[in-house]
């Protein structure tokens, strides 16, 4: 999890929310620049007239006239204006950073700056002339701050992206900045389900694009989280994840059908299925073969996921889709959760001092989804900070004075030096739950 975790923060988060983008764009005149700057998370602003770019400059400009104005009519228009005017007059300048972090300066010191310019209509305007016109509006965002962490990949920009763009039905174009091709990989299926155009990468693609509006930068409600009232028809994290269904369902059959031209067996297990997400170094579980072995004793088909930055989404997404249950030591792979549908269950385990931050950044929102939450916080003595510690000191005995001393001590110690040992006869009784009720619906 990033710098600035949330239970070292958790009293100056706020979620502030402010009118959707439809909103702010009904109340826009041709050639003019609006912006929301009223949220703790995140700026959007919204240009409606001739939008054009100019990437070498960072910058988008609008105009009130638009370039189908019939050449001899403008021409005409421009010798109205007097001989001597060398300059164009600018009418707004506003700077942004399209992100969603505005929040954490180290963050945003990583994102281009976008310059929007409102400009009078003249003949100097014309000299940006559209080498691509664009029938349908833009949305404006930057892909890199913390990608690389699938939460961040997904909370700051693949969630925003939905929120933002979905009421515009993919009659919209992409042009992001900032752009890692991978990034652009791992998400191309879902991107595609949000839009019917190829995306624009803006600091290569050196062509004026023209649109007739862009919303520069993304909304944000909750963490991993949908407010359905600022939704247009009241849209939901359950619609959220009927779009990754049809984002990854293909590619799953097509994987299916590979495997049964090799002669796999594709097995229609009646055993619900358990998927743990494993991990390696800190936050471990480091008797997990044990813990596998005793869900096999109570019933379970147990499925281990190792992701990795390469590993194809729709082979993570097939494996949780088809599972009852996952579970997962708090970390950035929770987000997984979004991957199962609901009705299955999700066991958090808890290591020490992350409690609010679990359940802020996943449980909560894994309960909105429909799943059945069971966060597990250890023991002290399933950490591994016993081995290391003594019973009175403070990063067991009073761990507000180590969260005390900021984020990087307490990350180093609670996250990055800290892993697990179950007490499995006390886990048990979190995987009979989980197995009773997925027995009870089946």
């Not at 919303?215 to 994840?241: A, P, T, W, Y």
């Not at 008797?287 to 989404?313: D, Q, S, W």
């Not at 299955?344 to 020490?352: A, N, R, T, W």
């Not at 761990?399 to 001393?405: I, L």
Request: overall charge negative; aromatic content about 10%.
């Amino acid at each position: 999890m990033a710098a600035g975790y949330a239970f070292v923060r958790k009293s100056v988060v706020k979620s502030v929310m402010a009118s959707d983008s439809r909103e702010l764009s009904s109340s826009i005149s041709m050639g003019m620049i609006i912006c929301d700057r009223s949220s703790f998370r995140s700026d959007i602003c919204i240009m409606k007239g001739d939008v054009r770019t100019h990437s070498a400059s960072s910058s988008n400009f609008v105009y009130k006239s638009t370039h189908r104005t019939s050449f001899i009519n403008y021409v005409a228009s421009i010798l109205k204006e007097k001989e001597e005017e060398e300059t164009v007059e600018e009418l707004q300048h506003e700077k942004i950073k399209p992100y969603t972090q505005k929040w954490e300066k180290s963050t945003m010191d990583t994102i281009t700056e976008l310059n929007l310019i409102a400009k009078k209509d003249s003949l100097m305007s014309m000299q940006l002339e559209c080498d691509v016109q664009h029938e349908v509006p833009a949305v404006f965002f930057s892909t890199p701050g913390y990608t690389g962490n699938f939460f961040h990949e997904f909370n700051d920009g693949i969630l925003p992206l939905y929120i933002t763009s979905q009421h515009l039905s993919s009659k919209i174009v992409f042009v992001i900045l900032d752009l890692h091709d991978w990034w652009l990989t791992k998400y191309g299926n879902i991107l595609s389900q949000l839009s019917d155009y190829a995306m624009i990468d803006f600091d290569e693609d050196t062509r004026t694009h023209c649109f007739p509006e862009a919303i520069v930068g993304l909304r944000i409600h909750q963490e991993l989280s949908i407010n359905s009232s600022l939704m247009e028809g009241n849209k939901s994290i359950i619609d959220f994840r009927n779009l990754l269904d049809q984002a990854y369902l293909p590619r799953i059959h097509s994987l299916i059908r590979e495997e049964e031209e090799l002669h796999k067996t594709v097995h229609q297990l009646k055993k619900p299925t358990l998927a743990i997400m494993s991990r390696n170094g800190s936050r471990s579980i480091m008797n997990e073969n044990f813990l596998v072995k005793m869900a096999v004793k109570i019933g379970f088909h147990v499925e281990i996921l190792r992701p990795k930055r390469t590993t194809e989404l729709a082979k993570i997404y097939r494996v949780l889709n088809s599972s009852d249950v996952m579970i997962g030591v708090h970390g950035a792979a929770m987000t997984h959760f979004l991957f199962m549908r609901p009705g299955s269950v999700f066991i958090q385990i808890i290591p020490i001092v992350t409690a609010w931050a679990a359940e802020e950044y996943y449980g909560a929102p894994a309960k909105k989804l429909g799943l059945k939450y069971i966060g597990y916080e250890i023991l002290t003595t399933e950490s591994s900070l016993y081995d290391k510690y003594e019973l009175d000191d403070p990063v067991l005995a009073d761990p507000t004075k180590v969260t005390e001393q900021g984020w990087q001590i307490t990350k180093k110690i609670y996250l990055q030096c800290q892993t697990v040992r179950l007490d499995l006869i006390r886990f048990r009784k979190q995987l009979v739950e989980a197995y009773d009720y997925i027995i009870d619906r089946i």
